[in-house]
């Protein structure tokens, strides 16, 4: 879906398909561009230096885009403190290993 990001539905897929579809999920683990880090986040939820950081200006630039265009109250203050918490979270996973 445009503009949602790809990461979660990734990861969802890589588990529903261990359920249902083993073969797909060897697909996806292999996969040449989504494989590594499908298998970093198997491997103790481990996310590279350069996800963290798209992930981070992502989360803070639809942080920015709410407040332009519905104004700063309080849901939209609460909203930002649940993403700055996500961002702190994301900030903390390990990095993949060498």
Do not use: C, N
Not at 24 to 50: A, I, M, N, T, Y
């Amino acid at each position: 879906m445009p503009i949602l990001p790809t990461t979660i539905f990734l990861i969802i897929g890589a588990w529903a398909f261990g359920k249902g579809a083993p073969h797909w999920r060897e697909k996806l683990l292999q996969h040449r561009r989504f494989g590594k880090p499908l298998r970093d986040w198997e491997d103790g939820g481990r996310v590279s230096r350069r996800g963290k950081i798209l992930a981070v200006i992502g989360i803070s630039v639809s942080w920015v885009i709410s407040v332009y265009f519905v104004g700063l109250t309080w849901i939209i203050g609460v909203i930002g403190l649940l993403l700055a918490g996500l961002a702190l979270w994301l900030a903390t996973r390990p990095l993949p290993r060498e």
